[in-house]
């Protein structure tokens, strides 16, 4: 029993870190965090297909690596896209962008 709520939670790790990840997103970027709405949800799907959920179907090992290069692939995208959008934000052009400004 204490095995299966140890390997339950552990696949939830994924799952929790990711929703700090969105919230610490929201919070550092207020109104530009929805620029990266896409990519999160590109990184949400292979984080659910990498850990299902318990009694979910667990990928092949094939398909499991190609999930994995693929998540890979969608963080570091979301990586560059995160540091724009930062440096945006702490510049002052967040506000102008949210009146419609250049």
Do not use: N, W, Y
């Not at 969105?22 to 109104?31: K, T």
């Not at 990928?59 to 190609?66: V, Y």
């Amino acid at each position: 029993m204490r095995a299966e709520a140890q390997r339950i939670k552990e696949l939830q790790g994924p799952r929790t870190q990711l929703v700090r990840l969105e919230q610490l997103i929201q919070s550092e970027l207020g109104s530009l965090s929805p620029g990266v709405a896409p990519l999160l949800a590109e990184v949400r799907a292979g984080v659910a297909a990498l850990f299902p959920e318990a009694g979910g179907t667990r990928l092949a090992p094939k398909e499991h690596e190609a999930q994995h290069e693929k998540l890979l692939q969608s963080m570091d995208e979301l990586e560059e896209v995160l540091e724009a959008l930062q440096l945006a934000a702490r510049s002052g052009r967040s506000s102008s962008t949210a009146r419609g400004g250049r």
